[in-house]
């Protein structure tokens, strides 16, 4: 809940300590609380934090879902980063997971933002 307020907050740095605060606790950190902090860093345009996280995820054996994905893409399409963006799309893809309208709406715009329109 307090990674979630930090989200809607956009302050992904205190979503950040919130989230190492439970990996030296005893709370366990999942999928959910991983989406939440990805999605406060792509509020704040933090990309670069956003692809820490999901990195740590594997690191943690998580499996992202359609709301990691969605939130990282989101995230590289703040940051202009759009070779970012459609790379992980590609492994989205390769991880079975579904891309949905939101996936392919971020992409795009990381592409038009990028001008890399063709």
């Not at 820490?52 to 995230?75: D, G, K």
Request: contains cysteine.
């Amino acid at each position: 809940a307090a990674i979630s307020a930090c989200e809607k907050g956009t302050n992904w740095e205190k979503a950040l300590r919130c989230l190492d605060t439970m990996a030296h606790s005893e709370l366990e950190s999942d999928v959910i609380t991983f989406n939440a902090t990805i999605s406060a860093c792509e509020k704040c345009g933090a990309w670069e934090k956003a692809l820490q996280l999901y990195n740590e995820m594997a690191r943690r054996r998580l499996r992202p879902n359609t709301i990691t994905y969605n939130a990282a893409i989101s995230a590289f399409e703040k940051g202009g980063e759009w070779p970012q963006a459609l790379q992980l799309m590609r492994l989205m893809s390769q991880s079975g997971v579904d891309c949905d309208a939101i996936s392919f709406n971020a992409a795009i715009s990381t592409c038009e933002k990028g001008n890399r329109w063709e």
